[in-house]
């Protein structure tokens, strides 16, 4: 089974300042996705970026880029210019590219950012 | 286009009870997802339906189950709850795999007393 950490339970920043966010994962498959969701308190989770694994290079959202080192199993958000807006939980998930695996989804632990004024 | 609708937002039950919630997919979308949040065990799957077919089932015991139905719709049902089914369940739909991203409703907070 599958295994996401996140080591990091809260985070902060400055406004205008860039913050880096980590993730770990375990697996022994080659291809799967791997994803950066953000929870504010509304409680919906919203997809902030995403990266398959046979890519090797890292994705990019505006603001938000992603290190992925495939080898280690990592997979780091890095958030620049933060706003205030983008303090919520941030949760990294995975997901297996295997037939029967479906649309499941395994999430670490989370990390609170805080962005401060 | 709606997004993903989840009901009730909120729900209070007693122990013993069951409960059943409800989580209607973005149009088109014919896989539904079920979560559990809470604050000691994080995000954890339940299950995945996929055409009115369970696909996947995550490890809890038999008191959670759920359907879907032909128009994609889907419950969930809690029966004999327990004060630790106090969470936040989300559901999420997505439209066949693969390269698909999973949109995530505003949850139900169920609260068990």
């Known amino acids: 089974a599958q295994t996401v950490t996140q080591s990091q339970p809260e985070m902060s920043v400055q406004e205008a300042e860039t913050v880096t966010l980590s993730c770990t994962y375990d697996?022994?498959?080659?291809?799967?996705?791997l994803f950066w969701y953000k929870q504010p308190p509304s409680r919906q989770m919203i997809l902030v970026i995403r990266?398959?694994?046979?890519?090797?290079q890292n994705a990019t959202e505006n603001r938000f880029s992603v290190n992925f080192q495939k080898a280690a199993k990592s997979f780091s958000l890095k958030i620049s210019d933060s706003q205030l807006g983008d303090a919520a939980m941030y949760f990294c998930?995975?997901?297996?590219?295997?037939?029967?695996?479906?649309?499941?989804?395994?999430f670490g632990g989370g990390t609170r950012l805080m962005v401060k004024p | 286009k709606a997004g993903v609708t989840q009901t009730p937002r909120y729900l209070i039950k007693t122990r013993g009870q069951q409960v059943t919630l409800s989580c209607s997919p973005i149009?088109?979308?014919?896989?539904v997802s079920w979560y559990q949040q809470t604050p000691g065990q994080g995000l954890q799957f339940l299950f995945e339906?996929?055409?009115?077919?369970?696909?996947n089932k995550g490890n809890f015991p038999g008191r959670f189950s759920g359907r879907q139905f032909s128009n994609s719709r889907s419950e969930m049902n809690v029966s004999t709850l327990e004060l630790g089914d106090s969470a936040l369940y989300l559901c999420?739909?997505?439209?066949?795999?693969?390269?698909?991203?999973?949109?995530f409703g505003q949850g139900t907070r169920l609260t068990v007393v």
């Open positions: 998930a995975y997901r297996s590219q295997a037939y029967n695996a479906g649309n499941m989804l395994t």
């Open positions: 999420a739909s997505s439209l066949s795999r693969p390269n698909t991203e999973a949109f």
């Open positions: 149009s088109g979308h014919r896989s």
């Open positions: 339906y996929f055409s009115e077919t369970q696909r």
């Open positions: 990266q398959e694994a046979y890519k090797q």
């Open positions: 697996t022994s498959e080659s291809d799967y996705y």
